[in-house]
């Protein structure tokens, strides 16, 4: 058991990505479905998007994200109490995928469980690490977002395939100095609106049978509309809540991470929010929507660039399916 470090500060001290190598450009889907590159970025800002290799899982994708982050924060393996894995598409029904990326990082020491929150798995990993931390249960926490949605596309359906890319993005949560770190949480969901978002089939409800095959229930069904009007409404109270709780506004944030979904959602947000476009990190373009793993792989591209250093006040926001949403504002410790 871990000494008691009851009120103790958690923060982000390493970050890490992966990207599988094969990209899906817009000009390739224009072959496989009746779409167009013009539709696609005036519509969606994606120009192409990342897609896993045959032999690649999403423990393999979330190994290789940990590893970067855990390199970074220079915390070995055998030190991580916890890891959280963020996915709507595990390995397995079970056993947990981060039971099996513990495992391959030789984190021994280390509890491992599955987090299903959709697209904002990874603000609720964050959330649910930093109050274990907080409470004196633990130390060192893992937080992976990770996603192969391409698994999950129809791609006869092109309203939808033309989203989704596949990615991880990694965060290790550990105690820091006072001020720094996670300084607030907001997390809501409203199930009234799953069915506008959803993978019918293939749970207890609709288990997989010829007839769930055959009508595609297994792939994304989306109500493009009310998605987009929930979901900026709700990205947009979630960064409010945690502005607010914090004691700032948002002139204080020097950068802000929205969830890619759609840079039409991002850009509505960052305008209520009234926050200016050099100070948002948007690489939706070039990764499309992964899911839980857009937040941090933005984070790690931020690092990389020079964007992020000590001491900036970073608000995250998201929105996914559940309806389910919320924001972290965290003061950065490195």
Known sequence: MQKSLMGTHSGIVGVG???PEKILTNFDLEKIVDTSDEWIRTRTGIEERHIAADDEATSDLSYNAAKEALEMSGIKPEELDMIIVGTVGPDYAFPATAALVAHRLGAKNAVGFDLEAACAAFVTGLTVGDGMIRSGLMKNVLVIGVELLTRISDFTDRNTCVLFGDGAG????????????????????NGAGGEFLIQPGGGTRNPATRETVEKRMHYVHMDGQEVYKNAVRGMVEAAKSVIEQAGYTSNDVDLLVPHQANIRIMEAVRKRLKIPAEKTVINIAKMANTSSATIPICLADAVKEGRLKKGDLVLTTTFG?????GANLIRWSF
Do not use: M, N
């Not at 990694?170 to 969901?189: M, Q």
């Not at 399916?321 to 949403?325: L, Q």
């Open 321 to 325: 399916a559940g309806f389910t949403w």
């Open 17 to 19: 990505s992966y990207l």
């Open 170 to 189: 990694a965060a290790v949560l550990a105690p820091v100095a006072e001020g720094e770190g996670l300084l607030a949480h907001f997390l809501k969901s």
